[in-house]
């Protein structure tokens, strides 16, 4: 009896790929002093990669591996979704980490974000009373505190892998034969 690799496990290699991609973002924003708040476009682009481009590449990839190279020209929905929450829980799981030791390792970094933010804030609602400002301050802080943003990003990205893998399941969807 041959022991088959299951669709999980035939994506881990996209999933890395995909989380130290995220993270290489990040640091290059970071080293070259980007901010996506003051450069909407390099915002733009970098979200349209992370939630819509690279999640379908990968779970398209690794769907179309499994189903070439693995399970001899078969797939299945469930298994594509399988492979697609795979992909996203662990390359956000792979940031939501480097986050924390990022934030551990540098937390003056959180504190120019927040006042970035606010100088915008300030800068796009010019009538803003200084109780509005603060409270949303405070909301922003909130979900800047790592605790929060490593689950909820994790949530955040297998939603979004969900929605990818059932495009792409049916894209590349071929069920074994019955008999």
């Not at 970098?46 to 999640?55: A, E, H, K």
Request: glycine share 6%; charged share 15%; with cysteine.
């Amino acid at each position: 009896m041959t022991e088959t690799l299951s669709p999980g496990k035939s994506a881990m290699n996209y999933a890395i790929t995909f989380g130290i991609i995220m993270i290489l973002e990040f640091v290059i924003m970071y080293v070259l002093d980007i901010n996506p708040q003051e450069s909407p476009i390099v915002g733009a682009v970098i979200n349209i990669l992370n939630y819509l481009v690279l999640p379908f590449l990968f779970i398209y990839l690794a769907a179309n591996h499994y189903k070439t190279k693995i399970n001899h020209g078969f797939i299945s929905l469930g298994e594509t979704i399988k492979i697609g929450l795979t992909i996203s829980a662990l390359a956000a799981l792979m940031y939501g980490v480097f986050y924390l030791i990022f934030d551990f390792i540098f937390p003056e970094f959180k504190d120019e974000l927040l006042n970035q933010i606010q100088e915008i804030t300030v800068k796009q609602n010019p009538t803003m009373t200084s109780e509005q400002l603060k409270m949303s301050m405070k909301f922003v802080k909130m979900f800047m505190n790592p605790y929060v943003v490593v689950p909820f990003t994790i949530i955040m990205y297998c939603v979004i892998g969900l929605i990818h893998s059932l495009i792409v399941g049916v894209i590349v969807k071929k069920d074994k034969p019955v008999f």
